[in-house]
């Protein structure tokens, strides 16, 4: 295991320098929420929360099912744990404000591990939601590499985006992150499967590839709070895969979805770049965390959403592809998969 | 493995069942945050923070170092992930409102054992911290059992109770849960640790010895709230043992703590129960989970506090017993330990 995952030579680890000291090394490279109150250390950390409301949700990536140490590195690993995180919140409309991040690590891992860690948090944050901060979390044992986050944002007097105020009428809509195609993320896994395991390079992957989309996805966490100003209905993090979380749009709305193909084609062009997969592969690519969301139909959409679908009254099928059933609804399980 | 953590038969498992399914089984069972304004399964939830502060803190528990299978049933580990986290928002004299709980868990794992932790956190809950619920979480695939909580709390406009408030003159004070005798959590891993392995119960370990402060802590959380209405000026939770921590409020004050070895003796003794340990044991006993505080000389000691020492000027030793330095610092470093 390379890919700064183990100690080399005689490097400080975790287990060579204590828990106090390893956390101290990780903490201090991370950034501060704007709305700190009391910062890390105690036994609690206290945030300003203005709105009188906070929004919370958390998300876990596990070594094995979730990430490999041979593809992600230390630094890779961090970022995304922000930012699937992240778009968590901005599909709510929130902003997000601090992530509280747990680890469990092998007593072996070295401390310029959790450094590069802390910088992919850190980095994420400062790209992604500037003004959120790392206010907290835990250190741990274990086999297997576990990293947890929790994520708070503040709805700055606005009302949350849920999934389940679509109307029939409205208007479906795709945000990407900046030059992302949708099925990104997936390509990526595709190529990172296929890549030989004797050729892995040491140093983590390069970016300019779809293997970014899979190791450091952009989501667009600014257009969670754009597309509340732009007048919202209902908004869903893609991580399943298109189908999928359309699918719990419908349902929590009691609407029935209906995409168009060709803009999902057209979104899920690539210039110049590699084939692009049929509609069946786009409507199940999962992890593009990518923001889905109803607007009434007048609306103008607000930063990088594209027209992608009509929302139409319950059907028999809660989502239609140019308004036929979807024979088989694509999408990510991890306990299924 | 049995002891509520294997499948039976055909048992339904996360596996056979599907994330989704599995979810609902784990949150129909969970009890509602007083402060719920948009409950779990959106994208995110959203909690009132009607004070415009929030206290948060996270705790991991993973199978191996922080709990074993045949020790601890799912009920035992979701009663004692709520009671550690709820600890910590007590320590700053917060009251518990949420917890998030993010899960990684073995395919195999039957649903049944997902319900017993859902009861655990929700009976831990109602009973140490009526009001606070569980507010959505995260649950991932993983070879290791691992459980994270991230625990919300509110100051209901007081201010928060450091480490760091402690002064020269003040006494100091410890509060375990009631019945509670100091050292017990550690007299209960002490006796699991030598119970031959082909004698463990395979419902679980009945309840009515130490064990119970091992698997089932019951740390004084309405102290937390008590100890700031009775002038507490410094507090922590009691996790690693009494002196480590005793030395974690000496150094974020820049005092000394100076402990009465007959007080912690007579806190540590256990009427007709088991021989009591010596002053050395019981300082260096980790997971008590009870409240040490500092408060002004001639404060009236509120709740369960009792006096063990007092705060003097800062000197050559951040804790002393009896006026004299502690030799060894004892206590509970899970990477080195």
Chains 1, 2 share one sequence.
């Not at 860690?117 to 500037?130: I, K, Q, T, Y």
């Not at 969301?293 to 990088?304: M, N, S, V």
Request: negative net charge; aromatic residues 4%; contains cysteine.
């Amino acid at each position: 295991m390379t890919n700064g995952w183990a100690a080399s030579g005689d490097e400080p680890t975790i287990a060579s320098v204590g828990e106090e000291q390893a956390i101290h090394a990780f903490t201090a490279r991370l950034p501060e929420s704007g709305e700190r109150v009391l910062g890390p250390g105690d036994d609690a950390a206290v945030l300003a929360v203005p709105d009188g409301r906070v929004v919370v949700t958390s998300d876990s990536l596990v070594e094995g099912p979730d990430f490999r140490t041979y593809w992600s590195t230390p630094y890779d690993l961090g970022w995304k744990l922000a930012a699937v995180n992240l778009a968590d919140v901005a599909a709510m409309g929130g902003r997000p404000t601090a992530l509280i991040v747990a680890l469990a690590l092998p007593r072996s891992t070295p401390i310029s591990a959790l450094e590069l860690l802390a910088d992919g948090l850190a980095d994420a944050c400062d790209r992604l939601a500037p003004g959120c901060g790392i206010e907290g979390g835990d250190l741990a044992e274990s086999p297997t590499i576990t990293v947890v986050a929790t994520a708070l944002g503040s709805l700055d007097r606005r009302a949350p985006v849920t999934r389940a105020g679509a109307r029939a009428g409205d208007i479906v809509a795709l945000s990407l992150g900046a030059g992302q195609s949708l099925g990104d993320a997936a390509r990526g896994l595709m190529t990172l499967a296929g890549w030989p395991a004797e050729e892995l390079p040491e140093e983590g992957f390069p970016s300019g590839t779809f293997i970014d989309a899979q190791l450091r996805p952009v989501p667009p966490v600014e257009d969670g709070v754009a597309a509340v100003y732009g007048g919202a209905t209902s908004m869903i993090d893609v991580s399943d895969g298109l189908a999928r979380d359309a699918s719990r749009i419908a349902r929590a709305s009691r609407v029935t979805i209906d995409l168009d193909s060709a803009s999902l084609l057209a979104i899920g062009a690539v210039a110049g770049r590699a084939p692009v997969g049929g509609v069946a592969e786009l409507l199940s690519a999962a992890e593009d965390h990518g923001l889905l969301a109803t607007f009434p139909f007048d609306a103008a959409l607000p930063g990088g959403f594209r027209l992608v679908g009509t929302v139409r009254d319950l059907g028999i099928s809660p989502v239609l592809v140019d308004g036929e059933p979807l024979a088989a609804m694509g999408g990510w399980d991890p306990f299924r998969a």
